[in-house]
């Protein structure tokens, strides 16, 4: 003979305290809650057991009634079928059982939309289960668990040490599937992918701030890429991104001197303006070679055809002059034919 009990003594609806941290958890309902420990455990007083022949006999009658079970608020659809109550809306339906490796026994829930604002919100943090059980006890007293009536979100479970509605399974869920982890994969190898994948976007952020351009060492560019190869040494990546980054800035140094000099020498820019131009190829190379090649030459860089020749005409006298350290104009003048 089975009987139905699990139905809570005090149904409490009064808001428990969260923590902040609790609150942020639960920005969204999980997709799966907790509904009892997994293996012996104590409701309003009884000893229940939960082994894998209860598991097995629920996810039977789950398969054969076609249809989930009902997750209602404080037990009403118990109420409404004791005549104690006229409706019973439900929170959500349990559609499957998992057992989690903490102890638990977990049901896979699709919320109502009334359900899920609530338990995201935080206004219920337990669930209250009504089951079917062996009436005989076992020799150690125990009352095997036969299968479930229905479910009850709660804040003033009948279960002891009974598991709140937190989002950290279903989070531990959507990161094994975020970091393509397999569906049995333990917190811990969780945590240990996300450390990896820090390291790795760590590696990816110092090469993308360095690049490996071409007009970086060679030597150079194959430290760094035998170090991406071990992902074991950021520190001393680090130390080699910033021996590339001090070579790249020496190179766009020199080559902003080089254009300011080039521009001095074709006579686009005066020599008061040569600090303002330099400033400008240190902030942008290319746009400044750009603006000065399209600048005329302001001074002339060679002579008047007629005063070169001139001066070419002159030559020998100009070695004269300084043979005898003697002015042009003196040899010119008292030197003769």
Do not use: C
């Not at 293996?39 to 022949?53: A, I, M, P």
């Not at 109502?112 to 089951?131: D, I, K, L, N, Q």
């Not at 450390?195 to 701030?209: I, M, N, P, Y």
């Amino acid at each position: 003979m089975t009987s139905l009990t699990g139905f809570p003594k005090n149904t409490d609806t009064s808001t428990p305290t969260f923590s902040g941290t609790l609150r942020a958890a639960l920005a969204e309902a999980p997709d799966r809650i907790p509904l009892h420990p997994f293996g012996e455990f104590v409701g309003n007083g009884t000893v229940f057991l939960y082994d894998e022949e209860s598991l097995q006999a629920a996810l039977e009658d789950l398969r054969t009634r076609g249809v989930p079970w009902v997750l209602d608020f404080h037990h009403q659809t118990v109420r409404v079928e004791e005549g104690q109550a006229q409706a019973a809306p439900a929170a959500g339906f349990i559609t499957g059982l998992v057992v989690g490796e903490d102890g638990f026994v977990y049901g896979l829930v699709e919320w109502s939309e009334t359900g899920r604002e609530r338990v995201s919100r935080g206004e219920y943090a337990y669930v209250s289960p009504v089951f079917y059980y062996d009436p005989t006890p076992d020799e150690m007293g125990r009352h095997r668990v036969l299968g479930y009536h229905s479910f009850a979100l709660t804040n003033n479970p009948g279960i002891r040490f009974q598991k709140r509605i937190e989002a950290e399974a279903d989070m531990l869920e959507k990161l094994r599937q975020a970091l393509g982890l397999d569906p049995e994969a333990t917190e811990e190898a969780a945590l240990q992918a996300l450390e990896d994948l820090k390291r790795e976007a760590a590696v990816g952020r110092v090469v993308l701030e360095v690049g490996l351009g071409a007009e970086d060492p060679t030597e150079l560019k194959a430290k760094l890429l035998r170090l991406l190869a071990a992902q074991d040494a950021l520190e001393e990546l680090e130390r080699t991104r910033k021996e590339l980054e001090a070579i790249k800035v020496q190179t766009r140094e020199e080559k902003a001197q080089a254009l300011v000099r080039k521009a001095l020498e074709e006579g686009r820019i005066l020599p008061h303006q040569r600090e303002f131009w330099l400033a400008q190829a240190r902030a942008d190379l290319e746009a400044t070679r750009k603006a000065l090649e399209g600048m005329p030459r302001l001074v002339p860089v060679e002579l008047p055809k007629a005063e070169r020749k001139a001066l070419e005409e002159d030559e020998p006298l100009r070695r004269l002059a300084q043979v005898f350290r003697v002015s042009e104009e003196a040899l010119k003048r008292f030197g003769g034919e």
